[in-house]
């Protein structure tokens, strides 16, 4: 069998779940590391035997070999890579949010227009069975004209104070269902009004509410908390409402689909986003990049998602967060 050959730049948290979803790919083979850190480096190195190692993603996008190349840093050092890479004649797989500006998304589309190679960011929610399924029954026409989306993506206070030094839960996980309202209406959103509230002082808020008004008429709703009890028994509290004029459709995502008690208590643990199963990171991480592995392989251009719509629900997400700050409705041209 044919193997692309895959580079992961950003080897923090989620840069090794790529890493162990990549190496479980028979189509793939997991070829180069990089990340600035030369022990996390050599421990991964290690550990997915890769022997292609790399302190300085420049050097390793001279490399021939490498084919594709997955950027996992944080969201405000993606620019460069990307475009480093295109330029460098590489495929691009590309972590959501696309960027930390409007200005670099569209650095970042303007180049993807520039080239062959395939550009895709990585909207892992387009790859959960239970929103494509919904996707689908909205294409169907079953519940007629959507009116309203209600979105719920929260997250215990642990977990989420890892994160709210670098990201706030507006766009950190807000970006997800805002992607999502944007995918299944079609529409294009006129104005936005956000509020948030900031309880442990991190720089940013621990929890945020958005309202979106589209085009179509529709309006949504996301809520996105980082901070509920440290025992709550998951990880993700993922729920969507969607009313249409001739009907509605219900994701309850993780708890209780799946739960354990032990002698510490309820635990609900993921079985959607990067499970193992049976020793092996499945899941839509897993099924979004076999995707575009297989796109790479088959000489195909990515369809589940544009450049363009990734650009869209980082411009959305960051005039909710400007609302917030301003307490004031912002109006999308």
């Not at 991190?202 to 949504?220: C, E, K, M, N, Q």
Request: aromatic share 10%; with cysteine.
């Amino acid at each position: 069998m044919n193997k692309v050959k895959f580079a992961v730049i950003g080897l923090g948290w989620f840069g090794q779940k790529h890493c162990e979803a990549l190496s479980a790919l028979s189509h793939v083979e997991l070829y180069a590391l990089c990340t600035r850190t030369e022990s996390r480096l050599k421990e991964l190195g290690d550990h997915f035997h890769v022997k292609h190692l790399y302190t300085d993603y420049h050097e390793l996008l001279r490399n021939p070999e490498v084919e594709v190349v997955s950027i996992v840093t944080m969201w405000d050092q993606h620019t460069e890579p990307v475009l480093a890479s295109l330029q460098a004649g590489k495929h691009v797989f590309l972590e959501k949010p696309m960027a930390s500006t409007v200005a670099d998304c569209q650095k970042i589309v303007d180049a993807t227009q520039k080239t062959d190679k395939y550009f895709m960011v990585g909207h892992i929610c387009r790859f959960n069975p239970r929103y494509a399924a919904a996707k689908a029954v909205l294409a169907e026409g079953r519940i007629g004209k959507i009116v309203s989306i209600y979105a719920r993506r929260n997250i215990p206070e642990m977990v989420g104070a890892t994160a709210l030094p670098k990201i706030g839960p507006i766009m950190g996980d807000g970006v997800h269902d805002t992607d999502l309202m944007l995918w299944y209406t079609g529409a294009r959103i006129k104005s936005v009004y956000a509020q948030t509230q900031t309880i442990r002082h991190f720089p940013h808020p621990d929890l945020g509410w958005t309202v979106y008004r589209f085009d179509s008429g529709a309006i949504g709703v996301c809520e996105n908390v980082w901070f509920l009890p440290e025992k709550t028994a998951f990880q993700i509290d993922e729920r969507m409402e969607i009313i249409g004029t001739n009907g509605s459709i219900h994701i309850h995502e993780t708890h209780p689909n799946f739960s354990v008690c032990d002698k510490t208590g309820w635990h609900s643990p993921d079985t959607t986003y990067w499970p193992l199963l049976h020793g092996v990171r499945s899941g839509a991480l897993r099924e979004e990049l076999s995707y575009f592995a297989t796109c790479v392989l088959e000489g195909k251009k990515p369809t589940v998602i544009e450049p363009e719509e990734s650009m869209e629900t980082v411009r959305a997400c960051l005039a909710a967060e400007e609302s917030a700050v301003k307490n004031q409705i912002i109006t999308l041209d």
